[in-house]
Every structure is written in C-alpha cells, then in structure tokens.
C-alpha cells in the first residue's frame, strides 16, 4: 500500500489511454480534487482511494477488513468504515466505462436545454460541475463534470420507445460532444441493458468504482 504524488485526475487520464496502475495488488491513497467526491477507483489487482483522511487510517483498515485484499476496498465492511469516518454516503458499487471522442457531429437530433431550473439540471448538478442537458426525441443525454474533473455522461429514455435504440443512439452522441477529450460513465453492474447500449457505442470497461458523496 503506497500514497502517491499522482493526482486523481492523472491516474483517470492514463486509465483512458489504457495505461493502468500496475497490477500489484496494492492500494493507493490519493487527495480528494474537491470537497464534493470522495470513494474508491479499483482497477486490475489495484484500487486507489481517493479522500482527504489520513492515508494511514485507510491503509490500517483495509488490513482490518475480513476478506480477500484484492477485494478489500470496495468490500461493504471497509466502504462502512469509510461513510462513518467520512459522514458520506454511497449508492452502489458501479462498473466505469471511458469512450474515446468521435469527430463530426452527432446523428440523433438534439436540442440543448438552457434551462437551470430543469429537473434533470438541478438533479445532475448535485453530482457534477458544467453541466450541459440536450432533449431528443424520447430521451436526455446529460454531461458534466465529475470525479476529478473527468467528462461524465448520463442518458435517460422514456419507457415507451425502449429496446429501439435510442440509449445507444444518445451515449454515441456523447462521444461526438466532448470537445476532443474521453468520456466516461457510471453503470450499476445490474443494469444489463445500459451496460449493453454503452458497450455497443464503443465504451470500454476499466473497472469499478464507489463514489461517496456528502449527505
């Protein structure tokens, strides 16, 4: 177990070129890059925490932690100990998948939603920075910023024009919106029919994660 000089933001550059932290079977501490996310990237045989508390107090709890050390960090005992240390909270434990960007423009019409009082706004921005929301026929696709500043994207479809499509149609979209940099998401591992429409658009998987967000 190590901390490192990386940043949050360096080691989610790299994991998006596909250079990942070497398989080793350690953990690594980094900084919170802001006040709002704190939680656990694990990768091959390497997790990373990522928080402000004391890079000796994850380190002498993970080794507390009953059950195999690869699995320690997103194990419901040690992510416990995290909330309650932390006052966070989590949802789930998520699948992270990155997408490289796409030139030209998207193939689905969109018309973007300047609207701060939307709900969809409202509700993204408790998780994100530079939120943007475009409306389609049946859907919304959202970006922002989230974890380290990386690029996230999150769609909805309406329930009466499923299994046509349109959430692969909307999350290749993203991939033509980003700006020239990779985009990513967060999918529960439950949620086969995202992880599906994502993999068919080319996102790769790279691991998992557990986001803790302040109550």
Known sequence: ???????????????????????????????????????????????????????????????????????????????MAFMDRTGRRTDTVDAMVVGSPLAGGPTVGLTEIDDPDHPRVVRSRGRRDDVRVWAADGGVLVLGRGIGGRLEVAVEVDEDVRHRGLGRALVTAARHLTGGEPVWAQISPGNARSMRAFQAAGYVPVGAEALLTAR
């Open 1 to 79: 177990m190590e901390t490192s000089r990386e940043t949050l933001r360096d080691i989610l550059d790299a994991a998006a070129r596909g250079v990942f932290p070497p398989a080793d079977g350690r953990t690594t501490v980094v900084p919170q890059s802001c006040r709002r996310d704190a939680g656990v990237l694990s990768f091959t045989a390497h997790s990373v925490v990522f928080t402000d508390e004391d890079p000796e107090w994850v380190h002498a709890t993970l080794r507390a932690t009953d059950c195999d050390a690869l699995a320690a960090t997103l194990n419901a005992r040690f992510l």
